[in-house]
């Protein structure tokens, strides 16, 4: 991606090396967060799952929010991180203004080992996350490392990709998705709970792919093999993938985020369309045109 020199967003929040109140006493070690976060990844409801303790940041040099030391490895990616999000801030303005809603652009908040949002006490296993209730982007950098090297969907788009998608469920939050999903899975069983959620994932994708057909067309951003990176990505986490690695099996009927082929394809959609109304993940259902 060509970010270098980009504009950097202001709605950046460092916690890294704050203390985030008493840890949850569950699981133990780095091999037993492996299942939370491949449940988690990518847009999970963390408040529904008790995460486990997580590996703090390598290294003791450079300084996060707090003043106390945090990996050096990590300012570029804190760099890169508030580029593309400045970057969605000068997207999603304009996409919704037609739809009669105004952008409000949320923050996204950088911690290390463990955070405190309104969604309540969370531990990094549970990956990136979006928190509704405060409007905020939540991540710890680390997490980064852990997607290329455990599943293996390196580069920077790649990464681009996980905040547009957090940045997309915010997106569905504003035009009151989030809200009416909510209800619904309050009334349904959990396999169509399930079901319901895969379609707000897969359309928070759709999004991810929005920002990037609209980053490229307006500022060229992208370089060759970026839309591989991105696309390796949504692979990677997708439901059926994560699970056979987990379990050596499959259970579609507790998908909560998309197959692969699923997610590959709705993030390709919004890439290539570049509209709200190619994202209707919903309807796509309703009518039997749920793409595989």
Known sequence: MRWQGGRRSTNIEDR???RAGRPLAVGGGAAGLVTLVLVLLF????????????????????????????????????????????????????????????????????FSDAVESACGFQESAVGPFYCPLDQRVYLDLTFFNELDRRFGAPGDFAQAYVVAHEVGHHVQNLLGISERVHSLRGRMSQTEANALSVLQELQADCFAGIW??????????????????????????????LQRRARGRVAPESFTHGSSAQRVAWFRRGLEQGTLEACDTFNAQASGQKRR
């Open 16 to 18: 890294r090396g704050m």
């Open 43 to 110: 847009g999970g409801s963390p408040s529904d799952y008790a995460p486990g303790d997580a590996a703090g940041p390598s290294g003791d040099v450079g300084i996060g929010g707090s003043g106390a030391p945090v990996d050096p490895a990590q300012e570029e990616f804190k760099q890169f991180v508030s580029v593309v999000l400045a970057d969605t801030e000068d997207t999603w303005p304009g996409l919704l203004e037609p739809q009669g809603v105004r952008y409000i652009e949320p923050r996204m908040v950088l």
């Open 212 to 241: 990037a057909h609209h980053a490229q067309r307006q500022r060229q951003v992208l370089e060759q093999g970026d839309v591989e990176e991105g696309l390796a990505a949504a692979s990677a986490i997708g439901d059926d993938t």
